[in-house]
């Protein structure tokens, strides 16, 4: 099989603060959970391994996207690194037959999920899809649905996983932490949390064959919070965007990739309000 896996951030072990996971004014923890995020995705890659997969595609899909450390990976993976990628944190998923998500983090407006969010925490309030709210677990796994690709793992505070397999009751979940709040959590060390996302990583696989598609019926209703009127003003001047709201916006679509790319639009062009 060959394996997907998209890295994040926020779900790491130990992660409480934006400061240990900001990249773009690194506060000296950054480099020590960079290297956390880099071990937490080895030991994916490794319990993968040992499950039976065989090629690895990796995504560094937090903040620029440029935060694995990739002399610490094994030498035979593929790392898609850099931001401003057309789908983002699914990026080329298309093609593998199963993918797991490392370091996720609960959705915007989660309770009790530490550094929730949903993509750009200045510009997204919520976002829903055919009336489901949507964390970026959710999209994402849309998107790999799209493409024939199931998700088998999720790593990442409780709130997060227990969020993720409500949606997808296949997917193997790894609690490394129990947040309190969005600023505090009650966490594994980084090695325990490394042995749990192995062991995970290797159930999940062996039990690939139960895995189901997670998608998106046709046509597809986008419908978008934002934080402001005036980034409410901006997306609704992308084509095929309506206003619905003071701060929100809704944007249809057969194609679930079309969707996807204008939920990107949706974010980028908001950042600039």
Known sequence: MKLYLSGDMEGVAGVCSWRQVDARTPHPEYAIYRRYYTQEICAAIEGARAGGAGEVLVNDSH????????????RDVRVIFGNRKPFSMVQDAGGCGGAFFVGYHGGAGDADAVLSHTYTPSVIYEVRLNGI??????INAGLLGYYG???LLVTGDRTTVEGVRAQMPWVRGVIVKESIGNFAANSMTPESARRAIHEGAREAIAAASTA??????APVALDVQLV????????AMIPGFERTGSRSVRFTHDDFPVIFKAFVATWRLGSQA
């Open 212 to 217: 189901q598609l997670y998608r998106f019926e």
């Open 133 to 138: 709210a949507c964390s970026e677990a959710t």
């Open 63 to 74: 903040g620029p996207m440029r935060n694995l450390l990739l002399e610490e990976l094994p």
């Open 149 to 151: 690709v199931p998700l």
């Open 228 to 235: 402001t009127a005036a980034q409410a003003h901006l997306a």
